[in-house]
């Protein structure tokens, strides 16, 4: 047997991380737990899991959780399951407001048990091949659009999708950001559908970053640029394109364009393996919760850019 596991939601993400988690040596998903029993019965039957009722019926019987609630119940169902000792890996975004994000950090710091925020990117083959070679950036250009899913219908497109990317520039910048404009507009859901955000950062860098839900096609690139080539990176391909500058000995300039080697892999089954290393105190990539924290700060100052545009319109 291996280490009991739960999964906390069962709906699209939900079934998916209990699919990926069955693939992670030494995880042995024994429950699946869902407001909605029919659908939790249903998920448990097919991973040969049991349902109970509610998450405080985990207390003693799981090492480990993943939540894959809505993000609205995502504090309330995170802190019960901390204050049972369970570790936790939290879908993104951590919490819709700052308040809740400091009230899930504090439970963990608190209990001292792990929790992990979900965000896949940092997993993406691509983006780990990227880190290689992305260094000082000057200038990011994301764009993540796609048409409405319906999925993630609580939150608007800056925590429903921009929040990757804010996470990742935020990363790859490693500054603070001390402007922020931004534009957006209800489309379809009755909440921001399109956002675009200019963030300016104290070491100079800026990000123009552009989420939609509205759109006919589905595009998922990121671009960094610094002093002499940039980096372009297709999420949903997991490519990346390394364009340089060289000035060879005689002081002729030539631009050389590579695709890097990257190792095809299932960004959120790489997610879940981590989550359990680092449950069983060993060497893993655990996304820093500070930078997560940042994350929706800087979402939040985003939807409040908008918000105003949108009332003096």
């Known amino acids: 047997m291996g280490m009991p596991y739960a999964v906390v939601g069962a709906g699209y993400w939900g079934q998916r991380h209990a699919d990926r988690a069955r693939e992670v040596d030494g995880v042995d998903v024994a429950f699946v737990v869902d407001r909605d029993r029919s659908r939790a019965e249903a998920l448990a039957a097919r991973v040969g899991a049991a349902a109970p009722d509610d998450v405080r019926r985990l207390a003693g019987r799981v090492t480990a959780a993943a939540v894959a609630v809505p993000a609205s119940e995502h504090r309330a169902v995170a802190c019960a399951l901390l204050e049972a000792g369970i570790a936790v890996l939290l879908e993104k975004p951590l919490a819709p407001t700052l308040a809740e994000v400091d009230a899930l950090l504090e439970a963990a710091r608190r209990t001292g048990v792990l929790l992990q925020v979900g965000h896949l990117e940092r997993f993406n083959p691509a983006v780990v091949a990227a880190r290689g070679v992305v260094r000082n950036p000057r200038f990011i250009e994301v764009h993540r659009i796609g048409p409405f899913s319906g999925r993630a219908s609580d939150v608007d497109v800056v925590l429903d999708l921009m929040i990757h990317d804010l996470d990742l520039v935020l990363d790859f910048v490693g500054a603070k950001v001390v402007e922020v404009r931004a534009a957006g507009a209800p ?127």
Do not use: M
């Not at 990346?240 to 089954?269: F, K």
């Not at 997560?292 to 939807?303: C, D, F, T, V």
């Open 187 to 313: 489309v379809l859901s009755g909440q921001i559908d399109i956002a675009n955000a200019r963030l300016e950062f104290a070491n100079g860098a800026v990000a123009n970053v552009t989420a939609s839900r509205a759109s006919l096609k589905e595009e998922r690139k990121l671009r960094v640029f610094h002093n002499d080539g940039y980096t372009a990176i297709d999420f949903a391909r997991q490519e990346v394109v390394s364009v340089e500058r060289r000035i060879d000995t005689r002081g002729e300039v030539t631009i050389e364009a590579r695709l890097l080697d990257v190792a095809t892999s299932d960004p959120l089954r790489d997610e879940i393996r981590s989550f359990v290393r680092a449950v069983k105190g060993e060497a893993a990539d655990v996304p820093p919760l500070d930078v997560a924290r940042e994350a929706i700060a800087l979402s939040q100052q985003i939807r409040g850019d908008i918000q105003r545009r949108l009332e003096n319109c």
